[in-house]
């Protein structure tokens, strides 16, 4: 008979300790900030994020042994629906219920298109989705950090963003196109913790700008090279110094340097990482 209880005990606690899926859905205004508190378990069941949201930023506070308040901002200029989803959301000592919070964003001034974009704190991003015959221009600059409108040798364009030191948290800029008859908006969630599964950043080559070149030269990379130098047409290696501006842009003088063909080379102790053909006029 003890047996018997035993294992039917043991099979409503096994049924207990099924994880769960639920979905909460909350309206917000853009750029507001919602909270959600009392997550997981303290110390046996704590809340983790496993999805960033789309379009806003969120982050676990909280001044539990584990952070237990979900802080999500919702992007300005924004209006449709953004998803976090976090595990062990509703928790006991033996469950951990995974909650997917849906936030439906209402605006009365919307902005599009949208490009959101994960910048680790304390880094630079770039996004080269602009053509250079729209002539863009920076028409709401970032709050938190500073942004730039960057031509490309061709007639390309891009925005270089970097936030302030230290800020954590969501950033926008709004970029006006053709004379100011289109504007574009770009979201900038910065992470100092990318714990995420949705958080992986690919590297992007570098770039020289423009080329053929003049006396200056302009790189714009956000890879990690220590060294630099140019190679001309009979491999001779000449070391040059990187002057680092706003952003992840870097500007060699040429000045100095006979017209011709040269290989721009970033290395680090182990090689070359990237050589770029380079044009001096």
Not at 46 to 52: I, N, S, T, W
Not at 79 to 86: P, Q, Y
Request: hydrophobic content about 40%; aromatic content about 12%; charged content about 15%.
């Amino acid at each position: 008979m003890k047996k018997c209880l035993l294992l039917a005990a043991m099979a409503v606690a096994s049924l207990h300790a099924v994880a769960q899926t639920f979905t909460e859905i909350r309206n917000i205004n853009c750029g507001d900030t919602a909270y959600i508190e009392n997550l997981g378990y303290p110390t046996w069941n704590p809340p983790q994020l496993v999805e960033l949201p789309n379009y806003g930023h969120a982050a676990l506070l909280g001044d539990f042994i584990a952070p237990n308040l979900l802080q999500y901002t919702a992007p300005p200029f924004f209006d449709g629906a953004d998803t976090v989803v976090i595990e062990c959301a509703y928790a006991t000592q033996i469950t951990c219920d995974t909650g997917v919070y849906v936030f439906n964003i209402t605006c009365s001034q919307v902005i599009s298109p949208v490009f959101a974009t994960i910048v680790p704190c304390n880094d630079s991003v770039y996004i080269g989705n602009l053509s250079g015959w729209w002539a863009p221009q920076i028409q709401d600059q970032a709050q938190h950090g500073h942004a730039r409108i960057v031509l490309e040798p061709t007639d390309g364009a891009g925005v270089a963003y970097r936030p302030d030191p230290g800020f954590e948290g969501l950033d926008a800029v709004t970029v006006s196109l053709t004379g100011g008859t289109q504007t574009w908006l770009y979201l900038f969630q910065v992470y100092c913790d990318l714990t995420s599964s949705t958080s992986e950043l690919t590297e992007v080559a570098p770039l020289a700008f423009p080329n053929p070149a003049g006396d200056h030269l302009f790189i714009r990379h956000n890879t990690a090279i220590p060294y630099w130098f140019l190679s001309d047409l009979r491999g001779v290696k000449y070391p040059v110094s990187l002057q680092h501006g706003e952003g992840d842009i870097a500007e060699i003088d040429l000045s100095a340097w006979p017209a011709g063909m040269y290989l721009l080379v970033g290395a680090n102790d182990k090689g070359a990482l990237w050589t770029i053909p380079v044009v001096k006029k």
